[in-house]
């Protein structure tokens, strides 16, 4: 089970961390990916870790603004956003799958949103 937080309202130019935390054992053997999902459209990806954090993948829009990391340890990873734009605001999903893939189709396991609002 996936429990993702942190989300909320905040200005243009701020920034927010979101956390996935997961319960079992086998969360250090997952990858795990974020998504978001705007008004309207498509559920889109926007970043994934391997198991082990070595690697990292990151949909262009966000690259040099969000950093996903993760600390198996506490069995969460993390998605830190700086420079928010207006147009990130959406629903964040956090997923798991033993793969990283950019594709949602492809997760095998999904937390419950949590909405961010960046005003400009």
């Known amino acids: 089970q996936l429990q993702a937080s942190g989300g909320g309202l905040v200005q243009a130019g701020g920034s927010l961390r979101l956390s996935c935390a997961a319960s079992?054992?086998?969360?250090?053997?997952?990858?795990t990916g974020w998504f978001r999902q705007a008004p309207g459209k498509e559920r889109k990806f926007v970043a994934a870790?391997?198991?082990?954090?070595?690697?990292?993948y990151y949909a262009d829009s966000v690259k040099g603004r969000f950093t996903i990391s993760r600390d198996n340890a506490k069995n969460t990873a993390y998605l830190q956003m700086n420079s928010l734009k207006p147009e990130d605001t959406a629903v964040y999903y956090c997923a798991a799958d033993p793969t990283p893939t950019t594709s949602s189709y492809e997760y095998e396991y999904w937390g419950q949103g949590t909405q961010v609002t960046v005003s400009s």
């Open positions: 870790i391997s198991w082990s954090g070595v690697s990292t």
């Open positions: 079992g054992r086998t969360f250090s053997s997952y990858a």
